[in-house]
Structure formats: structure tokens, C-alpha cells
């Protein structure tokens, strides 16, 4: 409490004498800096100072900011220079809303993201084996329906040409199924007699009744539950280099939406060791039919453990719903395509709503995925009867993905408080978005399309993140996409729902100001100003002046994370 207090009035002396003073204010009083950061062109996210040269950063935390002349004036013998040489600088940025450990493993498997068809598919998995030779386990992710052709479906036997005896598997791009070759399914002991799991679908040939390789939803565990599962060294090897991955992209904080607070030890044993190089910010997974005695005493035990500045469980996240493409997000109506389904929720109303006001009661923050119009609604109404039942405290609930709305509920995000967390790459206009997704939500659900320029015009935060490992997390393509609503080959030409086209400025908000807001963290992050947490980065393009179709292109030159050096480009 105290050292907050010391850092507040230094705060607000320096913002009170100004910082042009500070040069001249060379005396015993004035300590020089750890590092100063000069020549920039620095953008704050201070409403009272938006843009300056330089910042200074002293003991973790940013001691000034202004104009080159006047930081100079806190340079030491000692004192650390970084010559941002006219380049931007921006305060570091949030992914809002990731699953760490899962991303972070995938780096160490095969990518096919981007891949054009099967024989691109192909030549990299050929270069992965080529790179990671043996017989154990090929694992990847990243495919998807569109790279198969007509098929739609990946088949084994592109796989089982190019690997006849080590079993592979690769998980498609949105999770939802799995690509297994002949070894893998042979080892999983499925044959043409193995039944489909409930809620899952062994793909089959319609002529021999073979298994094709696809595999639907839960018959992925089939041949998931074969794989070895990583070893803690294997955790934190694959942890560190995740941490250096969202450096290398300007991520100096992340908000964990599941699979990462079962390994909050992990995190805690890396802050002990000194390579804890981003700040976590991690929910309790909370599974239906209902919160039990357990899950409370689970959420309230790692709150109490973990609340500060760079661990902190203090949230809970609900999933009500599923995704549009396998029809499993919940619709107010039924959908374009299928008319017999709607999609039915995860939670009982009920029970969501007695769990949520419970939770909300100790002051615990709330995030719930919510992709279809009615699991939007759902959440809505959970977050007001909370408000109802336990009166006005700092709640700032928030909803995951909101991938469409109805019109009725745009401005209940303002008028209750409630955050949008967004995933600007979920809205990326390919066809997978405006030939499935859209075909399947129909034309006037697809008309309010991850609405967040509807939601902000009303009101509403918004916070941005990626969903990694499910698209990539550099936050570039991310904002290349909410100021575009284009593909990076600019299409549609009108661009998908353009009026929900965010401006550059709204876009890193929402990564840095806004999403210290969405983690209760906008006192002490998400701005560059006297007293914050010195997480800042330095890029290599000035995303306001350019074309928006090149700002996913940026590369991050320096990350700041704390007051250390955490990311220099040249130096890699
Ligand atoms: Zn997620």
C-alpha cells in the first residue's frame, strides 16, 4: 500500500511541475532514470498529454514523459538510452482474451495456418519431419475446410504418403476436428465396427465404411487421448518460448480464458527464477451443469495466492455456447440453413445465474463466451440480475467473442457496464466467414457481424484479444482487420459490414487502455504516463499514416516489460 501511495505522488508532481521543469530541476532531488526512450514518437493513450518525444522509465514504473529536452534532463552516468529514432511508441499491448499453454506448445508443432492447399500442406509437413526426424508423434494445427477442395475434409491418405509409419495428428483451425493418418487411427484401434462417440462423428468412406482420417468434435479423443501428454520441463520449455513469441509481437500482458490456471504454479515458479516475461491475468475454467463447493474453494484459494501485478486469478470464465459453423451457437432463431436447430445453450439459465451472482457477490470478474444472439442475451441478463441482487460495486463483467447480436441489445453493454472482449481476427472476411459462417447465421444476423462499432457508438468498452492458438496473436493483423473489415487482398471490395470499421485510434485502445480496463488493471497499465508500469514498445511502422492494409505487416522493434529489456529486434 505504501510503495503505491510514494509512486502516486511522484505521479502527480511530476505531472503538476510539468515535466519541461524536470530538466531544469536537476538536483538532489531528482534521481536519474533506468532508461530513457528518446526521439519517438510517442503515443500515450493520455487523454492529457497524447502525444511526446521520450519517456523515462525509474524502478519499473515510467517517471516521465515529454519532449526529448526535457528527458534528457533525468539522464545518469548510469542511465540506459534507447534511441527510438522517430519511430512510434505505444504503450505494451493486452491480449484480452488467450489460452497460453495451448498456444504456446503449438510453436513447437507443425503450423498450417495460411497454407494454399494440400500440397503446400504437404511440403510443410515434409520440412517439420525433415527438422524433427524419429518415429514419435506429428502433431499440428491450423488447416482448414477451404485448403481440401470440393472435399471440404481432410483425407489419411495425404498423410499416410508422406509418414506410413509414425502416427500424426492435426487439429484444424477452429478445434472442432481432427486429420489423423492410418498409423494414428490404427493405433487408436479404430476399424469400420468402432461406434461414434457420443456428441462426435468418426467420418466415414460411403462406399467401404473406412474411416476416412476426419475426425468430428469429441471422436478427436479417440486418438488425442494417445499422445503423450508434455512433462513440466516440456510445460516451461514451450512456456518461455511463448513468452518470447508474445514479446517479439509487443504483448506485454495476457488475459488466460481457460488452460492456464491449472499451471499457475508454473508461472509462479518462472517469477521466482527471474523469466516470468508477461504479465498474467488468469480465469478459472468454470464447467456446467453448476458452481459447486469445489470450484469455490479452487477460484477463492489461487485468488488469494495470486493478485498482484503479474499473476493475478481473480476471474472466472463461463462458456455458454459453442460456434456458429457446427450450429452449436445459441440462437434466438432457428438457423438460415438448418431450420430444425437453434443451438442449445451449455448452462441452464438458472443455474448460470445463480453461479454468476454468487461469483460476482465476492467480487470475483466474470468472462463469459458468448457467441450466438441468445447466449449474448443470456449472459446480458445474468450480469444485470447480479447488479440486481448484490447492488452497485465494480463489477465490469464481460462477454467473450459476440459474434452476432440482437439489434434490442447493443446498448445494454453501455447502460450495465458490461465489456465486449473481441477477437478481431474471428471476423477475418474469408470464405470460411462469408461462405459457412454466414450462410449459417443468415442475412440478419450477419448484418450485426462482430458489431463493435455499434457497441462503442452506445457506450460499450471494448477489449481485444486473439483466441490464440486458434489465429495468430499478433495483435497487427488484428487491427489490421477491425479498421479494414478486408482480407489482406482487400475483399469484399465494400469490405464485410463496413460500418462497424473501427478508426486506428479505437483498434489500440482497445489492446491497451481498454484492456487494462478489462482487467481492472487501468490505474497502474495501459497507458504511458508518470507512475504506470513501464510496458511499452517501440514498432516499425507509423500505423496512423499508412496504408490499413499494411499495418499487419508491422514488426515490433523493442518490448519494454517492467522496466526491463524484454524484446530487441537487432538483437535476434
Ligand atoms: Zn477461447
Not at 493478485?307 to 459453423?325: N, Q, R, T
Not at 459476440?402 to 477475418?428: C, N
Request: glycine share 10%; with cysteine.
Amino acid at each position: 500500500m505504501k510503495a503505491r501511495t510514494v509512486c502516486f505522488v511522484y505521479g502527480f508532481l511530476a505531472f503538476s511541475l510539468g515535466v519541461g521543469n524536470l530538466a531544469g530541476a536537476q538536483g538532489p532531488n531528482v534521481e536519474p532514470a533506468d532508461i530513457i526512450v528518446i526521439h519517438g514518437r510517442v503515443y500515450t493513450e493520455n487523454p492529457k498529454q497524447p502525444w511526446a518525444q521520450a519517456v523515462a522509465i525509474r524502478s519499473a514504473k515510467i517517471a516521465a514523459v515529454g519532449e526529448d529536452a526535457a528527458i534528457e534532463g533525468v539522464r545518469g552516468v548510469g542511465t540506459k538510452v534507447i534511441d527510438a529514432g522517430g519511430r512510434l511508441v505505444l504503450p505494451g499491448f493486452v491480449d484480452c482474451h488467450i489460452h497460453f499453454l495451448e498456444g504456446s506448445l503449438s510453436l513447437g508443432r507443425v503450423n498450417l495456418e495460411g497454407a494454399k492447399d494440400i500440397p503446400d500442406i504437404q511440403k510443410r509437413l515434409r520440412d517439420y519431419a525433415a527438422e524433427h526426424p524419429g518415429d514419435d508423434w506429428i502433431l499440428g494445427q491450423g488447416w482448414n475446410y477451404a485448403m481440401f477442395g470440393a472435399e471440404t475434409l481432410p483425407h489419411k491418405k495425404y498423410l499416410d504418403e508422406l509418414f506410413p509409419n509414425r502416427p500424426a495428428l492435426l487439429v484444424g483451425y477452429d478445434g472442432h476436428t481432427a486429420w489423423a493418418n492410418s498409423k494414428a487411427l490404427a493405433l487408436a484401434g479404430i476399424t469400420h465396427e468402432t461406434p461414434n462417440p457420443a456428441n462426435g462423428i468418426i467420418v466415414r468412406d460411403s462406399q467401404t465404411g473406412e474411416a476416412t482420417g476426419a475426425l468430428k468434435e469429441s471422436a478427436q479423443e479417440l486418438v488425442w487421448k494417445l499422445v503423450p501428454l508434455p512433462t513440466r520441463a516440456e510445460k516451461l520449455l514451450a512456456l518461455r518460448a511463448g513468452m518470447k513469441w508474445a514479446n517479439e509481437h509487443g504483448i506485454t500482458r495476457v488475459h488466460s480464458a481457460g488452460g492456464d490456471f491449472e499451471i499457475l504454479d508454473l508461472f509462479d515458479e518462472m517469477r521466482h527464477r527471474g523469466d516470468l516475461n508477461l504479465r498474467m491475468y488468469i480465469a478459472y475454467f468454470l464447467n456446467p451443469p453448476q458452481l459447486r463447493p469445489k470450484d469455490l474453494d479452487s477460484i477463492e484459494a489461487a485468488h488469494e495466492k495470486f493478485h498482484d501485478d503479474w499473476i493475478d486469478a481473480g476471474a472466472v470464465k463461463f462458456m455458454v455456447d459453442g460456434v456458429v459453423e457446427s450450429h452449436t451457437a445459441a440462437m434466438l432463431e432457428p438457423y438460415s440453413d438448418d431450420p430444425s436447430v437453434k443451438g442449445k445453450p451449455f448452462w441452464e439459465p438458472a443455474n448460470y445465474n445463480a453461479a454468476v451472482a454468487e461469483l460476482d457477490k465476492r467480487g470475483l470478474q466474470l468472462f463469459t463466451h458468448a457467441i450466438g444472439d441468445y447466449g449474448v442475451r443470456m449472459a446480458l441478463d445474468a450480469y444485470e440480475n447480479a447488479e440486481e441482487q448484490n447492488h452497485k460495486h465494480d463489477r465490469r463483467p464481460r462477454i467473450e467473442h459476440i459474434e452476432t447480436i440482437s439489434a434490442a441489445d447493443i446498448s445494454r453493454f453501455g447502460k450495465l457496464g458490461v465489456i465486449a472482449s473481441m477477437q478481431p481476427l474471428h471476423s477475418y472476411p474469408d470464405s470460411d466467414t462469408l461462405d459457412v459462417w454466414a450462410r449459417n447465421a443468415g442475412p440478419d444476423r450477419a448484418s450485426r457481424a462482430w458489431a463493435w462499432k455499434s457497441i462503442a457508438n452506445r457506450g460499450g468498452r471494448l477489449a481485444f484479444g486473439s483466441d490464440w492458438p486458434v489465429v495468430t496473436l499478433s495483435p497487427w493483423e488484428g487491427i489490421q482487420t477491425a479498421v479494414t473489415r478486408q482480407t489482406a487482398e482487400g475483399t469484399p471490395a465494400d469490405g464485410f459490414d463496413p460500418e462497424q470499421r473501427l478508426t486506428v485510434e479505437q483498434a489500440i485502445e482497445a489492446y491497451t487502455l481498454g484492456a487494462a480496463f478489462a482487467g481492472r488493471r487501468e490505474k497502474t497499465e495501459g497507458s504511458l504516463e508518470p507512475g504506470k508500469l513501464a510496458d511499452l514498445i517501440i514498432i516499425s511502422q507509423n500505423i496512423f499514416d499508412i496504408d490499413p492494409h499494411k499495418i499487419g505487416a508491422t514488426k515490433v522493434s523493442t518490448t519494454i516489460l517492467g522496466g526491463r529489456l524484454v524484446y530487441q529486434a537487432d538483437k535476434h
